[in-house]
């Protein structure tokens, strides 16, 4: 019997002992922002909820879950709130002119640019802060529009290396909401999905890009940090799909630097 408890006791202190590096790691920290000042998507609550499940699941990050932008900022908070010191990385699944100050808006862009942060974008983040050119340049394109509403569309994978696409085939289906955009430029992102033209009607009178470049989701580097950015999500369904689930997760563990991919922008490949 003591040599049973002997050992348990030099099991226990070997655990304590045991060096940092084989410990279980820290949890990163995500913060969600659902915040409606414009449309008002009936999906931005599942694609919350959907988010911090992934990151339970992965058991690699906590979501923070708001829809006000109140943490957003550098400035220090009482009452046991966080500021984006506290964060790894925040996702933006918004709309309109949200209800932030110089400072937060100063805040936001240092977390990504100087802290080497990471920043996400869903669907109608594109639909937000027009009136805040650098949030153009942050996410990398505003919304102009969706042309054919909701429609079942061809999804072009063009980065099958990216650690959050390549598990896509080269060509899938959905139905979703397609957007297109302005002020997008490829010498400024890597487009990692793009629309598939030959699925859409290109006479639609909302048609603007005389392109016909459609990009649907893409990354970039901001100074020191990390952008990631997909349409995708306007329907509840679409974030139940495994393989946008999976890009996801690979997008959070891009953005956070959890892991490597090449987010330097290249041209549009010759058809």
Known sequence: MRYWVAGVMLAAVLGVCRPASAQQPQKRKLLFIGESKGYQHD????????????GQQSGLWDTYLRTDTQLVTKQ??????????????????????????DEQKSALLAFVKDDGKGF?????????FY??????????????????????????????????TKHFPPQFPIYDEIYQYKNYSRDKVRVLMSLDTNSVDLTNKNVHRTDKDFAITWVHQLGKGRVFYTSLGHREEVWD?????????EAVKWAMGLTTGDATPRPKAAN
Do not use: C
């Not at 999906?43 to 992934?54: C, D, G, N, P, Y």
């Not at 996400?120 to 937000?128: C, E, F, K, N, V």
């Not at 805040?132 to 099958?160: C, K, M, S, T």
């Open 76 to 101: 220090k908070l009482g009452n046991n709130a966080k500021n984006l010191d506290y964060f790894d990385a925040v996702m933006f699944y918004t709309t309109g002119e949200l209800d932030m100050n």
């Open 241 to 249: 799909r495994p393989d946008i689930q999976q890009m996801w997760t």
């Open 43 to 54: 999906s931005v609550s599942h694609a919350m909820a959907t988010v911090e499940k992934l």
């Open 131 to 164: 009136q805040w050119l650098d949030y153009g340049d942050l996410l990398g394109a505003y919304f102009d529009q969706h042309p054919w509403n909701q429609v079942h569309a061809a999804i072009n994978v063009e980065d099958r290396a990216f650690p959050a």
């Open 120 to 128: 996400l974008g869903a669907h109608s983040a594109a639909d937000t």
